[in-house]
């Protein structure tokens, strides 16, 4: 496995520009639907800067960062799933599953009791907090589930489904404790919740899906290699330890990132790479820079069905993202009861 | 074996007045049977913390929640703990002989095992203005403050009317209301600030969503143009900043023309006497023409 050949490199350009234009069209789309009934000129109109006014605020102020939030969230999230899985050698391992994100949650929620929130500053603190949350439920995981010779499946997911309980029980004490009053919308907030991001939030969270995307999408050629084994990867030169934290770093930073401005929106770790890898075969070469987009693509559309759905209310993404994982985690650990190498 | 002797010892002394045990139905129509007027009432309710206060009957108070902060005496009050879990050893302790609880913000669970102790429970549902009056008389009958209860409600609806006689007449500003930012939750139908609204004399533009309190889509609120923004604050630092955020809208109407407005939840959320503070000040930031040059209260 050195670089990929020419026509591989090829499909992957092919792929990447399909995945672009299905992740354009949805954006598109996103930015011409909504409750408010806003005609398709009129948002062309804004689009030109010809209309001002409250039109201008729905497309410009509302639709257009929270596609972007979208997008950023929902490829963060494919591609931190894509590297769980290849760090834990296990289709179903995903932020959720593995409690990373309710780790990363805990941290969101204790820095908003401290009074963080929109600013530059603020967002930067915000997203330190999820991180260290992150890192410390997914290292929680893993001291937890690790054995001589690997992680066994079904104990990762245990030690994941723990720590997720462990840390959504921290949140429901502090959400006890503290004022009810300055954390009434926590709750709709931890089922997943996509809002109109602020611009200086934006930045950061962008800034912070690229260095943790570079982290995980840079070792996808290593990762291929520890799939076969982390003493065989050792024989051909790959620094095993030392990809397992990089890839445990990019992927609770991703993790971090989507929970710190969107909420802990579960499965798009775990729908979109699986979809990916059942399509294209397993090169996380290809899996892992198509989850960026494939990912952002799913969960602009699922959420755009939660803005839409039920108008003027709304539903939380994670209720549309939940309803498609789950009957997919299903079907993977069916499959993977009947074909272990699956 | 001790407290059984008292028990019963208790039992006898008051067996006399069990002729006059006091039946009483509570505000969700459910038949309570007390051996006498309530002498040691705990509070699981801010709100009838509150009205308890204003009809004089405090002195009955014997434990509150954690959140009945008003007025401040109220804070000095034994407390029971929060108002989905309070402490049941804490209540007992305070040898209530009647708790106060509501359908909205108790769990069923408190009552049943109030009810099990063999605690009467006096249960309150209070969700339209008219309830809230209601329930001061209700209280003011149950503690022997009846004339302090009816004066006071005549206050409150004189108040009330004087606001009605203010907005009469003139145009209804569509109004956004608030309750919490992110996600957008705003009153729906059938609620306690939907009604506020319109006695203040707006529209709530988001009159229309579910029922209570329901979540919203924020461009489908700010596509009705409303007039008037208000923000409800919930007694904590946050209100700046959140008022920064709605301040980026500056192309919708109410921001441009300067109307995007705070107000203290605690007057226009709580199904206590207050509420009519907040009417009036809602009507203030609805109609300002129609308070301008008039004297204040």
């Known amino acids: ?342 | 074996v001790r407290r059984l002797v008292v028990t019963l010892a208790l039992g006898l002394t008051l067996l006399p007045a069990a002729a006059g045990a006091l039946s009483v139905t509570d505000q969700t129509g459910r038949q309570l049977v007390l051996p006498a007027v309530p002498a040691r009432i705990i509070s699981l309710v801010p709100s009838v913390t509150e009205v308890l206060y204003s009809i004089g009957a405090q002195d009955r108070l014997v434990g509150v929640t954690d959140f009945c902060d008003y007025p401040a005496a109220a804070r000095r009050k034994p407390r029971v703990g929060g108002m989905l879990a309070p402490s049941l050893e804490g209540m007992v302790s305070l040898k209530p002989d009647l708790v106060v609880a509501t359908t909205a913000g108790n769990r069923h669970e408190t009552f049943e095992q109030l009810e099990r102790l063999k605690i009467p429970v006096y249960v309150v549902n209070p969700v339209s203005v008219a309830d809230v009056l209601d329930l001061l008389v209700r209280l003011g009958r149950l503690t022997e403050r009846t004339e302090a209860a009816d004066r006071a409600v005549a206050a409150l609806r004189e108040r009330i009317h004087a606001v009605t006689v203010r907005i009469e007449g003139r145009a209804r500003p569509r109004v956004l209301y608030v309750l919490w930012p992110d996600p957008l939750i705003v009153p729906g139908r059938g609620s306690l600030v939907s009604e506020l609204i319109t006695l203040a004399g707006g529209e709530s533009v988001t009159a229309d969503g579910g029922q209570g309190y329901p979540r919203y889509s924020l461009e489908a609120a700010l596509a009705r143009n409303p007039e008037v923004i208000v923000l409800a604050s919930h007694g904590s630092e946050q209100s700046p900043l959140v008022r920064a955020q709605w301040e980026r809208f500056s192309q919708v109407p109410a921001i441009a023309a300067g109307r995007l407005h705070t107000i203290d939840g605690n007057l226009t959320h709580r199904y206590g006497p207050r509420i009519v503070d907040g009417l009036e000040r809602l009507a203030r930031l609805i109609h300002p023409e129609a308070f301008d040059r008039a004297q204040t209260r």
């Open chain 1, 1 to 342: 496995m050195s670089e990929p050949a020419p026509a591989s490199r090829a499909r992957l350009a092919v792929l990447l520009g399909g995945l672009g234009l299905l992740v354009i069209v949805a954006a598109l789309g996103a930015l011409f639907i909504g409750s408010a009934s806003v005609p398709p000129r009129d948002v062309l109109a804004v689009l030109t800067g010809r209309v001002r006014g409250v039109d201008q605020v729905v497309v410009l102020s509302l639709r257009l960062p929270r596609i972007l939030a979208a997008l950023l969230a929902g490829g963060a999230l494919a591609v931190a799933g894509a590297g769980f899985q290849g760090l834990a050698r296990n289709p179903l391992a995903e932020p959720s599953v593995l409690g990373v994100s309710s780790g990363a949650a805990f941290g969101v929620v204790v820095a908003q009791v401290f009074g963080l929130g929109g600013s530059l500053v603020e967002a930067v603190g915000l997203a330190a907090c999820a991180f260290a949350g992150a890192l410390v439920a997914g290292g929680a995981v893993y001291l937890i589930a690790s054995r001589a010779g690997g992680l066994p499946v079904h104990t990762l997911l245990l030690a994941g489904v723990i720590v997720g309980i462990f840390f959504s029980s921290a949140i429901t004490v502090l959400i006890s404790v503290v004022d009810f009053d300055r954390l009434g919308g926590v709750v709709h907030w931890l089922l997943g919740n996509l809002g109109p991001v602020a611009p200086g939030s934006l930045a950061v969270f962008a800034a912070l899906t690229a260095l943790g995307g570079w982290l995980v999408i840079g070792a996808a050629r290593r990762l291929n290699l520890l799939a076969l084994g982390e003493e065989s990867a050792q024989q051909l030169g790959v620094d095993a330890l030392g990809l397992k934290r990089r890839i445990f770093a990019g992927a609770a930073l991703l993790t971090a990132a989507a929970v710190a401005f969107a909420g802990p929106i579960g499965f798009v770790g775990l729908i979109v790479p699986q979809s990916l890898r059942l399509l294209l075969g397993p090169d996380n070469r290809v899996v892992i820079p198509a989850a960026l987009l494939g990912g952002g693509a799913f969960l602009l559309l699922a959420d755009t069905v939660a803005r839409n759905v039920i108008a003027p209310a709304e539903l939380s993404v994670g209720v549309i993202t939940a309803f498609c994982g789950t009957p997919f985690f299903i079907y993977l650990l069916r499959a993977r009861a009947a074909n272990p190498h699956l």
